[in-house]
């Protein structure tokens, strides 16, 4: 029921470009991406709610594609700082207001 | 300054032993969520509540226990039917209007271990 996130890990030198998919068996009304530094809390980072809208935030962006049920996050010139966890989220409301996530994927970026 | 405050930091278990792990915020947020995290892997959802009395279970709820008597709190226990229960686990709220633009507001995590 989790949200797949794909790859589940990626090692990128500095400067490289990296995509992360986030997939799901159940409709998605939205998708939310965050990023978490090991053994600290995740960090926001930007929401896309209808399908087809792309957003960007400094060099990383993402899109939605509803039909499919997906959504990717791309980062383009990795810097060291891109370093960490990426989940995705979405929530369902059936009866009650629930919030899930992906299964990660986990990046490293090198000098 | 607003936030979640999850305490404490490091929890050490014993065999047959009841933990409860804190969670204060706020921000006067309705919903409240905790979640395990174990390494390499995703966050899933362990419990959540929207309002005040009232909480659901998420897709791993056994052998944890939560209340939400005040809005502020959702202190969650990890009871000694939970067998493998070393992980990173992590508070989390929003303000529930069941909106699908919420974003969640994070704590900084308690990291549970068995003796």
């Known amino acids: 029921q989790q949200p797949v996130q794909s790859p589940q890990a990626v090692i990128l030198r500095e400067g490289e470009d990296a995509v992360i998919n986030c997939s799901s068996s159940?409709?998605?009304?939205?998708v939310h991406w965050y990023r978490q530094k090991h053994g600290e809390a995740p960090v926001f980072l930007m929401i896309?709610?209808?399908?087809?809208e792309q957003k960007g935030h400094d060099k990383i962006s993402a899109s939605f594609n509803e039909k499919k049920q997906q959504s990717s996050l791309y980062l383009t010139a990795s810097q060291l700082s891109y370093s960490g966890t990426y989940f995705c989220?979405?929530?369902?409301?059936?009866?009650?207001?629930?919030?899930?996530f992906g299964t990660g994927t986990r990046l490293k970026v090198l000098a | 300054d607003g936030g979640i405050t999850q305490s404490p930091k490091y929890l050490f278990r014993k065999e047959g032993q009841n933990v409860t792990l804190s969670c204060e915020q706020n921000?006067?947020?309705?919903?409240m969520y905790w979640y395990r995290q174990d390494p390499g892997q995703g966050l899933r959802l362990i419990y959540y509540?929207?309002?005040?009395?009232?909480?659901q279970k998420g897709d791993i709820a056994e052998g944890y226990s939560v209340s939400r008597e005040k809005k502020e709190s959702f202190p969650l226990t990890v009871t000694s039917a939970q067998k493998n229960p070393t992980a990173f686990y992590l508070c989390?709220?929003?303000?529930?209007?069941?909106?699908?633009?919420?974003?969640?507001?994070f704590g900084s995590g308690t990291q549970l271990s068995v003796l």
């Open positions: 989390a709220s929003s303000t529930g209007q069941g909106a699908t633009n919420e974003k969640l507001f």
């Open positions: 159940k409709a998605l009304y939205s």
């Open positions: 896309l709610l209808k399908g087809g």
């Open positions: 989220g979405t929530a369902y409301t059936s009866g009650t207001y629930k919030y899930i």
């Open positions: 921000l006067n947020h309705d919903a």
């Open positions: 509540s929207q309002i005040v009395n009232d909480f």
